[in-house]
């Protein structure tokens, strides 16, 4: 049993025109606020502008999905738990604390290269 994107790739195939291209674009962008769902992505598009040929196009691929029975797909909205945190272990410290360290010498080396720089030019010292 083919995919929904599987079949838009099939479609994309058969008619390979501009228009084909732009309307499946729409259609993917669509789907995408959909949770896959071709005909919600459908019922959003009614009334939108659409690039020439793409009404036929969009038929085409509702009859492939119907056919295929990928056409209403529901997929529930992921799960939202609490985060769960991992206890830090002390080899993930030390490797912080060392991360933290070259950081701010590289840091001190930076404004020593800085001052220097401008002390060549403006004679600070």
Not at 16 to 32: C, F, N, R, V, Y
Not at 44 to 72: C, F, I, S, T
Not at 103 to 108: E, I, Y
């Amino acid at each position: 049993m083919p995919s929904l994107y599987g079949i838009l790739a099939d479609v994309r195939r058969d008619r390979p025109s501009q228009a084909t291209s732009k309307t499946l674009d729409i259609l993917i962008s669509e789907l995408g606020r959909s949770r896959d769902n071709l005909r919600d992505a459908l019922a959003n598009l009614d009334g939108k502008q659409l690039p020439p040929g793409g009404k036929e196009v969009l038929d085409d691929v509702l009859a492939r999905a119907e056919r295929e029975g990928v056409d209403d797909l529901d997929y529930p909205p992921p799960p939202r738990g609490p985060a769960v945190y991992e206890p830090l272990e002390e080899g993930e410290a030390g490797i912080g604390i060392l991360l933290a360290i070259s950081s701010l010498v590289v840091f001190a080396l930076a404004v020593v290269a800085i001052v220097a720089g401008l002390n060549q030019h403006l004679h600070f010292f």
